[in-house]
């Protein structure tokens, strides 16, 4: 049940990322759910070292720290996707 979690955890995350962020993102849905994990886990990282990793009630800070880190992953990730498989993707296009 835990991975069950984290994939729905992730791929909320990335796509909220996804509209946070200004402009058009290429990456699947797939890297995005992959993206937003890492946040989810780069998050919870964060917010343990800054001390508000377990509060009382609803953790928003924690996910505060989560979704900025999901943003943060999402936006670079999708950058380096473009950067590697983008070109590619165009060439593609353009032989066909």
Known sequence: MG???AIIVGLVLGLIAKA???GKQHSPLW???IFG???AIVGNAV???AGVASTRGIDW???FFQLVAAIIIVFVG???YMALWGNKKRQDARQA
Do not use: F, K, N
């Open 78 to 80: 999708d950058m380096a």
């Open 20 to 22: 946070v962020i200004p």
């Open 37 to 39: 994990m890492l946040g």
């Open 3 to 5: 991975w069950l979690w």
């Open 61 to 63: 800070s924690r996910h």
């Open 31 to 33: 890297l995005t759910t």
């Open 47 to 49: 917010a343990r070292a």
